[in-house]
């Protein structure tokens, strides 16, 4: 009896060493950093302030230092309050952190199944700029849902550049796949009769990551030109130039089949909410609600639980 219960916590020992507890700390700490950049972000791009320079309180405007800055933890310590003048800080900057934490530490939880060795750093590098190129997107989509949620708006100073550098990280991690295919062969004794002249595998390949490359571009362009015509038929109600640049932004960054259902769900989950604002006789047929809030819900749905989402559906006709 006594060996078997030895056995017992040895066996619960090893599945908590085993169970990647510091990857996941590491997400959640690094997203409460980002929760806090975030949300200056959002502020300072609905207001027009510079991205760049210090923080200041927004009521004495003392600027403040590194140590008023830690997320969570200055908040907790200080109370709530400004170290200087005492005024109550905002209840929207811890939630923020918290948020960003929980999901960025998702993220790292969901990724560590695929975390490769570090003798194989050639991967390891593949594995970060995908899992940077997540961050990044759960990032901009935080911002938007603040500033689209507080004044309506999705600013051009955000939401521009993101456009662009999420081109530019697919563009890169299909290079560097193609990259890493033809230096995994060239290295294999049998992977090499699977380059030119011997066969059209790598070739076949590297057709695959360009046209990866294209569908996520196509997938931004298609999702944009939808909402642009969205707009022109319905002469501007209840969707915005901004909600066109969100979704070449989503289109880009999840590629057709997760844009699909991260538009679906969007427009489903918005719907039930107006009902919902109808019902309570908080809003009615007329009432203007921001549509940006639920792309970004249906963006991070659709980043998780994508594929298990495709799965369920195509399983409902098997």
Wanted: hydrophobic share 50%.
């Amino acid at each position: 009896m006594g060996s078997a219960r030895w056995s017992l916590q040895t066996s619960h020992l090893i599945l908590i060493m085993s169970f990647p507890i510091w990857f996941i700390v590491f997400g959640f700490v690094l997203g409460t950093v980002l929760g806090s950049l975030l949300k200056v972000l959002a502020d300072r791009g609905l207001s027009g302030k510079s991205f760049f320079g210090r923080s200041c309180c927004l009521d004495c405007q003392k600027k403040l230092l590194w140590y008023d800055l830690v997320p969570l933890v200055s908040y907790i310590l200080l109370k709530g309050r400004c170290r200087y003048c005492r005024k109550k800080i905002g209840w929207e900057y811890p939630a923020v952190e918290i948020i960003s934490g929980i999901l960025i530490g998702y993220l790292f939880f969901l990724s560590y199944s695929t975390l490769p060795a570090l003798s194989d750093p050639l991967k390891l590098i593949l594995f970060s700029l995908e899992l940077v190129f997540k961050i990044f997107f759960i990032t901009v989509l935080l911002s938007l849902f603040l500033t689209d949620y507080k004044k309506m708006l999705i600013p051009d100073r955000i939401i521009l550049p993101s456009i662009i550098i999420s081109a530019i990280f697919i563009f890169v991690i299909n290079l560097y796949k193609v990259a890493y295919l033809y230096i995994y062969l060239q290295s294999h004794p049998i992977g090499k009769y699977l380059l030119p002249p011997y066969s059209s595998y790598f070739q076949d390949r590297v057709l695959s990551n360009i046209q990866d490359l294209f569908t996520h571009i196509g997938a931004g362009l298609g999702l944009g030109t939808f909402f642009l015509l969205l707009i022109l038929l319905t002469k501007g109600k209840g969707m915005g130039g901004g909600d066109v640049k969100l979704g070449m932004f989503m289109g880009i960054a999840l590629g057709p089949i997760n844009t699909i259902i991260a538009t679906t769900l969007a427009f489903f989950t918005g719907a039930i909410f107006s009902i919902f604002l109808i019902l309570v006789k908080k809003g009615s047929l007329k009432s203007v609600v921001p549509f940006g809030p639920f792309l970004v819900i249906g963006s991070l749905v659709a980043l998780f639980w994508g594929n298990w989402i495709l799965d369920k559906y195509f399983n409902l006709f098997q």
